[in-house]
């Protein structure tokens, strides 16, 4: 790792710090009530009709996408959610017959037995991001990742979803970092224009 790299790494570590302790002070009935805020916004998200959606299983104080994909479920999407693996991310089935099963960092996935998917929108946590486009999320790149090998494949639509109190000035952008096709908070879904390579 070079003096820049370092010097990024350590900048981003700062931010998510400071935006990650933001989020930690919301009481937490004002955290489900701005969660629930997200179905609001359904109509203005960039999801085509028959889209299979990955969301995720919330941990500690994230904001929780649980209602929306409820909500995306009813309107016949096909949900998964990821699951940590080597050599980066797999997506599995979310039904209600789906087994859940503990995972690491007290998340929540489905087991062995529920097919992979091929996701074509990601609703992702994170724990920074700026009004760019670039995220910073929990420093161990699986999304980064991820989304290079499902671009192998087409196009994935990228929407983080956060509190706004998650937002900060920038970003310092690495050239591994993929950048975000919107934000969803509880003030509604702001796209970027940035494109993505």
């Known amino acids: ?26 009481e937490p009935v ?6 629930l805020a997200l179905v609001d916004a359904l109509e203005s998200l960039p999801i085509p009709e028959g889209a299979v959606v990955s969301g995720f299983w919330p941990i500690r104080d994230e904001i929780d996408p649980r209602p929306l994909l409820d909500r995306l479920r009813a309107r016949g999407h096909r949900l998964c959610l990821p ?20 995972a690491g960092f007290g998340t929540t996935v489905p087991d062995a037995a529920s097919p992979e998917l091929r996701p074509d929108v990601l609703l992702m946590p994170l724990a ?3 009004k760019a486009g670039n995220r910073i ?6 999304y980064d990742t991820a989304i290079a090998a499902l ?23 690495e050239p591994h970092d993929k950048p975000l096709d919107g934000i969803l908070t509880e003030n509604g879904y702001r796209p970027f224009s940035c494109p993505r390579s």
């Open 1 to 26: 790792m070079t003096q820049t790299d370092t010097s990024l790494a350590a900048a981003k570590d700062v931010l998510r710090r400071q935006a990650l302790a933001r989020r930690a002070a919301m």
């Open 30 to 35: 004002r955290r489900i009530e701005l969660s």
């Open 83 to 102: 699951v940590v693996t080597k050599p980066h991310l797999i997506f599995r089935e979310l039904t209600w017959e789906t087994v859940l099963v503990p």
């Open 128 to 130: 920074a991001f700026d």
């Open 137 to 142: 999320g929990y420093g161990k790149g699986h």
């Open 151 to 173: 671009e192998k494949n087409g196009p994935v639509t990228c929407i983080g979803l956060a509190f706004q109190t998650q937002e900060v000035d920038h970003v310092p952008a």
